[in-house]
């Protein structure tokens, strides 16, 4: 039996061309060369745009005096401040100095209306004294009040009156 695979003497089972550096060399180059020309590219592009979108700005109101003539771009002396209302910055912070002053206001004494005389007590004084005090009651016959509904004790006292 011979062996289908011949081996020459001399060369090994590795391949004996390396790669050449002018080709690396070439390639970066040209990497290079078309990485410039696309951003040259799109600077023409965005200049264009940017022609274009000056020429379609409309017209300032002749009796505005303190707007820029581009008004895509804040001015530097124009005021930065935004009328109300704004976005949330804080939020969490925010929510905090809420919830802290609620929490001021509900457990703290204070004015509600000094001129009509209501005041604020904090809600574990006022649990106290509906506890004391019990719920406020109506009166029964007040004018505008239905009548209370009569009961068999009412109507057989009544009738005991009626008799006597």
Known sequence: MTDPT???KGHGGYERQDLQVSG??????TIVV?????????????????HREKALQPALNPLVTDV???????????PQGFPNPKLEEDERGQLNGIRLE???????????????GTVRIPID???????????PVRAQNMAGDAPAPRTATTTATTKKGTKK
Not at 68 to 78: F, K, L, M, N, S
Not at 102 to 116: N, P
Not at 125 to 135: I, S
């Open 24 to 29: 690396i060399l070439y390639f970066l180059l």
């Open 125 to 135: 004084r006022a649990m106290d004294l509906l506890v004391q005090r019990g719920l």
């Open 6 to 8: 011949k081996h020459e």
């Open 102 to 116: 609620e929490e001021k206001t509900l457990d703290s004494y204070g004015w509600v209306d000094e001129k009509a």
């Open 68 to 78: 820029p003539t581009d008004t895509r771009h804040v001015a530097p002396g124009y």
């Open 34 to 50: 078309v990485t410039t020309l696309c951003l040259f590219a799109l600077r023409g592009v965005f200049a264009f745009l940017d």
